[in-house]
């Protein structure tokens, strides 16, 4: 990485030339110039600095900031075919906590300091780890996209950035006979939803996911559920993949039914009912859907 000095127009001032790199759309070379104060010694250290931070990435001849870097990283997300939540989520972390406090900073001045001290606020203020973890994300693909587009030089500051260790979850599981209860007490009121409570029991399935069940998932002489979709919900309700593969999802459930059957001792006779209520001769085939 060169750089140059030279005399400026007035006394004691010193222009100091940087190279900036190419500019992404008409492949030239770039230069950022800088106006110093001081004498000949002190403008070649400055000239130093100038020259490690262009090598860093955090020299640009742009105007941009980090509101114009977020604006298109969601466009261009958008254009990904991103999961309709995914984009909600970031939108929400956009609007709601990095436009306010960095929106208006420059990308060339943006640094990894800059974004510790952003996610050490929103922990004082009360914000939970994840929204921070949501917060870092997002800025990390936006200057990701950044990186790629030529805005800034060389490095994503995002990727330096340290935001707090999200706490692994150690979550306990219901006691048989609470699950129990809840059970008879739900197939009482509502047998549908006992059954959702059977199947998230024995299969660990999400509540998107158990919205998705059809019968054609069902393999009633094989005694296996495959889970392979999932609802999504922003302003319209929508169908999408799940988060886990497929086959994960079948060998858990294959192993989650030969244990969990046998614990509750509902499920077979859960489905004959269910089969029988909707006057189906033939078992879980042609019935809309396993949650009614």
């Not at 800088?34 to 001849?61: C, M, N, P, W």
Request: net charge positive; hydrophobic share 35%; charged share 25%.
């Amino acid at each position: 990485m060169q750089g140059s000095k030279r005399k400026g127009r007035r006394p004691g001032t010193w222009e100091l030339r940087v190279d900036a790199g190419e500019d992404p759309l008409t492949r030239k070379r770039q230069q950022k110039s800088v106006t110093f104060h001081g004498t000949s010694r002190q403008a070649d250290v400055a000239l130093a600095e100038l020259i490690t931070k262009s090598a860093r990435g955090q020299v640009s001849v742009g105007q941009r900031t980090v509101a114009h870097a977020v604006e298109a990283g969601l466009r261009q997300a958008e254009l990904e075919w991103l999961e309709p939540t995914t984009l909600r989520n970031y939108r929400t972390s956009a609007e709601c906590h990095v436009l306010p406090a960095l929106g208006s900073r420059r990308l060339s001045h943006l640094s990894a300091e800059h974004l510790d001290r952003f996610y050490g606020a929103l922990v004082e203020a009360g914000y939970s780890r994840s929204t921070v973890r949501g917060c870092h994300v997002l800025l990390c693909r936006v200057l990701d996209q950044a990186k790629r587009w030529g805005w800034v030089a060389v490095v994503n500051v995002g990727r330096d950035a340290r935001p707090p260790r999200q706490h692994t979850s150690n979550p306990k599981p219901v006691p048989i006979d609470v699950a129990r209860s809840m059970i008879d007490e739900a197939a009482k009121v509502n047998p549908t939803l006992a059954t959702l409570i059977v199947l998230a029991a024995d299969t660990g399935a999400r509540r998107g996911e158990l919205c998705a069940l059809r019968w054609r998932h069902v393999d009633v002489a094989a005694s296996t559920l495959r889970i392979e979709a999932a609802i999504g919900e922003t302003n319209v309700v929508y169908e999408k993949d799940t988060k886990r593969p497929t086959s994960t999802a079948r060998s858990r459930c294959r192993r989650s039914r030969s244990t969990g059957c046998s614990t509750t001792g509902t499920a077979t006779p859960r489905r004959a009912r269910c089969a029988a209520s909707s006057s189906v001769t033939t078992p879980a085939c042609s019935h809309p859907s396993p949650a009614g």
